[in-house]
């Protein structure tokens, strides 16, 4: 009646081998670290980085206590924090000889001091929130008016060539304020104007001005365009900020949105205030060149003597290039870059799409220029750096563009993100700056730690009291649930912040009265004159309904929080619902496990140590 069939106990056993595996990295703590990364697209992070990081810091005598290379870039995890400010310091002189052209970045970072044995089984710690890790938080505005100029210009210059194709003449197009001018002599190729303008700008509103010879023809944005810009601004920064965040190797930042034109970013555990500063608020923009190949070009420009209306770049393979100043595209025509493979040759490439304005001059330059090399640069605080190079095999239309050639799949992906979220679309300024010390992380954990485990003391000492030995089977299955979480919550590499570990405590108590349930509907049986064994199948059986109902609706409760709540309230939500799943498989399935285990095989069962029992008209009681 109450045992389980050895697979039964196999699944327990196991389910608590692999919580422990996963919750052990927490106690290991994070060691001070530096991180090395490459600052720009041509200067990319390999084992060669590796070893010049290795060969810097055996000569400068700085001994490490772990060097290795991931996606992020080459890190190195250091003893102490002293010896951490003397690795940066090295690393930066070593890697950025010219501080005003930083090629790499070198940042001051936290490491897991997890062992290598767990660290190759895939478990890793808990993330650790802002208030708990410490770390900079954050808070910029985007200059929704530099955006809506910066859209203004970029139709000034379509309405230019628009009126150039279709033949018109006018006196002359500008942007005033909000607003595009664009005048006329006659009435008649105003008009015509106005037809050729209406069919191509959709989001535009158009009004006629002026009389006699200064007649204009005045455009402004509609409000469904203005809104589209602005989502598209918050967006487009949004995105460049994940990006460029990826460089500091900041584990789960958070980048969210507030109103309508501020973005919060918060980095736990940055330590280099300045340097994330420096990254997040950098601008960039996009720029389609034509590469100067004229015979003996590149030669005088190496010896010193670059031409005229050129400019001298390095590839991503560190060849040297010859880029014209004429800009022939920019950044702003670009809608999107995903990467993929080439159709016919099954190569890494990258695949671009261009708003209409920018598909035709695409295909104009293309079709101009074939045979001769393209090169894609982003230009930074005046610097530009070449994304990549590729030939022009034919015109190109439609406004799809393929770029491939020489490079792999890791790399199609790169360069797709830097085209996609390489610039800002939008400046930002930052209007709100903290910092958190790791000291008061450390406060806000070592509280909620004391506030968990003197609430699960607590709890425990008064479990044992009341229900004796239910009441101690019943606390190793609340540790065994504590136990369950934590793994999750670390398997999942999910962030734990203040709010979560109020979670924690509130499963806690959730997940206790569960076992409650079952005590007392044991004790009911027993009241009602069963035998030991048949309340104790009874009283798993009964309980189950109960708790089943009590933890669905609760569960209906935090999925409600995860979807429309937001910051410490989805963090809190996201240990809520996990918690509760694992306390059901703890309540039920542990505790039944260890009952089983303890009273299953005796079939002549006279008593059950389940506290003091009082039933009518006996002067026994069931159980002691």
Same mark, same amino acid.
């Given at each position: 009646?109450?045992?389980?069939?050895?697979?039964?106990?196999?699944?327990?056993?196991?389910?608590?081998?692999?919580?422990?595996?996963?919750?052990?990295?927490?106690?290991?703590?994070?060691?001070?670290?530096?991180?090395?990364?490459?600052?720009?697209?041509?200067?990319?992070?390999? @084992?060669?980085?590796?070893?010049?990081?290795?060969?810097?810091?055996?000569?400068?005598?700085?001994?490490?206590?772990?060097?290795?290379?991931?996606? @992020?870039?080459?890190?190195?995890?250091?003893?102490?924090?002293?010896?951490?400010?003397?690795?940066?310091?090295?690393?930066?002189?070593?890697?950025?000889?010219?501080?005003?052209?930083?090629?790499?970045?070198?940042?001051?970072?936290?490491?897991?001091?997890?062992?290598?044995?767990?660290?190759?089984?895939?478990?890793?710690?808990?993330? &650790?929130?802002?208030?708990?890790?410490?770390?900079?938080?954050?808070?910029?505005?985007?200059?929704?008016?530099?955006?809506?100029?910066?859209?203004?210009?970029?139709?000034?210059?379509?309405?230019?060539?628009?009126?150039?194709?279709?033949?018109?003449?006018?006196?002359?197009?500008?942007?005033?304020?909000?607003?595009?001018?664009?005048?006329?002599?006659?009435?008649?190729?105003?008009?015509?104007?106005?037809?050729?303008?209406?069919?191509?700008? @959709?989001?535009?509103?158009?009004?006629?001005?002026?009389?006699?010879?200064?007649?204009?023809?005045?455009?402004?944005?509609?409000?469904?365009?203005?809104?589209?810009?602005?989502?598209?601004?918050?967006?487009?920064?949004?995105?460049?900020?994940?990006?460029?965040?990826?460089?500091?190797?900041?584990?789960?930042?958070?980048?969210?949105?507030?109103?309508?034109?501020?973005?919060?970013?918060?980095?736990?555990?940055?330590?280099?205030?300045?340097?994330?500063?420096?990254?997040?608020?950098?601008?960039?923009?996009?720029?389609?060149?034509?590469?100067?190949?004229?015979?003996?070009?590149?030669?005088?420009?190496?010896?010193?003597?670059?031409?005229?209306?050129?400019?001298?770049?390095?590839?991503?393979?560190?060849?040297?290039?010859?880029?014209?100043?004429?800009?022939?595209?920019?950044?702003?025509?670009?809608?999107?870059?995903?990467?993929?493979?080439?159709?016919?040759?099954?190569?890494?490439?990258?695949?671009?799409?261009?708003?209409?304005?920018?598909?035709?001059?695409?295909?104009?330059?293309?079709?101009?220029?074939?045979?001769?090399?393209?090169?894609?640069? &982003?230009?930074?605080?005046?610097?530009?750096?070449?994304? @990549?190079?590729?030939?022009?095999?034919?015109?190109?239309?439609?406004?799809?563009?393929?770029?491939?050639?020489?490079?792999?799949?890791?790399?199609?992906?790169?360069?797709? &993100?830097?085209?996609?979220?390489?610039?800002?679309?939008?400046?930002?300024?930052?209007?709100?700056?903290?910092?958190?010390?790791?000291?008061?992380?450390?406060?806000?954990?070592?509280?909620?730690?004391?506030?968990?485990?003197?609430?699960?003391?607590?709890?425990?000492?008064?479990?044992?009291?009341?229900?004796?030995?239910?009441? &101690?089977?019943?606390?190793?299955?609340?540790?065994?649930?504590?136990?369950?979480?934590?793994?999750?919550?670390?398997?999942?590499?999910?962030?734990?912040?203040?709010?979560?570990?109020?979670?924690?405590?509130?499963?806690?108590?959730?997940?206790?009265?569960?076992?409650?349930?079952?005590?007392?509907?044991?004790?009911?049986?027993?009241?009602?004159?069963?035998?030991?064994?048949?309340?104790?199948?009874?009283?798993?059986?009964?309980?189950?309904?109960?708790?089943?109902?009590?933890?669905?609706?609760?569960?209906?409760?935090?999925?409600?929080?995860?979807?429309?709540?937001?910051?410490?309230?989805?963090?809190?939500?996201?240990?809520?619902?996990?918690?509760?799943?694992?306390?059901?498989?703890?309540?039920?399935?542990?505790?039944?496990?260890?009952?089983?285990?303890?009273?299953?095989?005796?079939?002549?069962?006279?008593?059950?140590?389940?506290?003091?029992?009082?039933?009518?008209?006996?002067?026994?009681?069931?159980?002691?």
């Amino acid at each position: 009646m109450n045992r389980y069939p050895l697979w039964k106990y196999i699944v327990v056993v196991v389910a608590l081998l692999i919580g422990f595996i996963y919750t052990l990295p927490n106690f290991f703590g994070e060691s001070p670290a530096v991180q090395v990364s490459s600052a720009k697209a041509t200067f990319k992070i390999d @084992t060669g980085t590796l070893d010049r990081v290795e060969s810097a810091l055996r000569a400068a005598g700085i001994a490490a206590s772990g060097i290795f290379l991931d996606a @992020t870039g080459v890190k190195v995890r250091l003893s102490d924090t002293d010896i951490q400010m003397k690795a940066k310091d090295l690393l930066e002189k070593q890697f950025n000889p010219d501080p005003a052209n930083p090629q790499y970045v070198v940042a001051l970072n936290l490491l897991s001091s997890s062992p290598n044995w767990l660290t190759s089984l895939g478990a890793l710690p808990m993330y &650790l929130g802002l208030d708990l890790r410490g770390g900079v938080y954050f808070l910029l505005e985007v200059d929704m008016q530099g955006a809506m100029t910066k859209r203004l210009d970029a139709i000034s210059a379509d309405l230019r060539s628009l009126l150039r194709d279709k033949s018109i003449r006018h006196g002359g197009v500008g942007r005033e304020g909000e607003r595009i001018v664009v005048r006329f002599r006659d009435e008649e190729t105003r008009a015509k104007a106005r037809g050729v303008v209406e069919n191509s700008q @959709t989001e535009l509103t158009l009004a006629d001005q002026g009389e006699g010879g200064e007649l204009r023809l005045v455009a402004t944005l509609k409000e469904t365009a203005l809104k589209t810009i602005r989502e598209f601004a918050i967006k487009q920064n949004m995105g460049t900020l994940h990006n460029r965040i990826n460089e500091l190797g900041v584990a789960e930042p958070v980048i969210a949105q507030q109103g309508a034109d501020r973005i919060v970013v918060q980095l736990p555990g940055v330590q280099d205030t300045a340097r994330a500063k420096e990254i997040i608020g950098r601008t960039a923009t996009l720029e389609i060149r034509m590469v100067d190949e004229t015979p003996g070009a590149l030669a005088a420009a190496l010896a010193g003597q670059v031409p005229f209306g050129s400019e001298l770049y390095v590839e991503r393979e560190g060849q040297p290039l010859l880029v014209r100043k004429q800009v022939m595209l920019t950044g702003d025509r670009l809608t999107d870059a995903q990467p993929g493979f080439d159709s016919q040759t099954q190569e890494p490439a990258v695949h671009l799409t261009l708003d209409p304005a920018g598909a035709k001059i695409f295909k104009d330059v293309t079709r101009d220029n074939v045979g001769r090399r393209m090169a894609i640069l &982003l230009i930074e605080k005046g610097r530009g750096e070449v994304v @990549t190079a590729p030939v022009i095999r034919s015109e190109i239309g439609g406004g799809r563009v393929q770029i491939s050639g020489r490079m792999s799949s890791t790399e199609a992906n790169d360069v797709a &993100l830097l085209l996609r979220a390489g610039s800002l679309a939008a400046p930002m300024e930052f209007i709100e700056e903290r910092t958190i010390g790791p000291s008061l992380g450390r406060e806000s954990i070592d509280k909620g730690f004391h506030s968990t485990l003197w609430g699960f003391a607590a709890i425990a000492a008064f479990m044992v009291c009341y229900y004796v030995l239910f009441g &101690l089977i019943s606390v190793i299955a609340l540790t065994a649930n504590l136990l369950f979480l934590v793994a999750l919550l670390s398997l999942l590499q999910a962030t734990l912040t203040l709010p979560g570990i109020a979670a924690i405590a509130l499963t806690l108590g959730m997940a206790i009265d569960a076992n409650v349930l079952i005590n007392e509907r044991i004790r009911e049986e027993l009241r009602g004159g069963a035998a030991p064994q048949a309340a104790i199948h009874t009283g798993y059986d009964r309980a189950f309904d109960t708790i089943l109902d009590s933890n669905i609706t609760t569960l209906i409760a935090g999925v409600a929080l995860l979807i429309f709540g937001s910051g410490p309230v989805r963090g809190f939500a996201v240990v809520h619902c996990l918690g509760i799943l694992t306390s059901l498989f703890s309540a039920v399935v542990v505790s039944r496990a260890l009952v089983n285990l303890i009273h299953g095989r005796r079939r002549k069962l006279e008593t059950l140590s389940i506290g003091q029992i009082w039933r009518p008209n006996a002067s026994v009681p069931a159980g002691k």
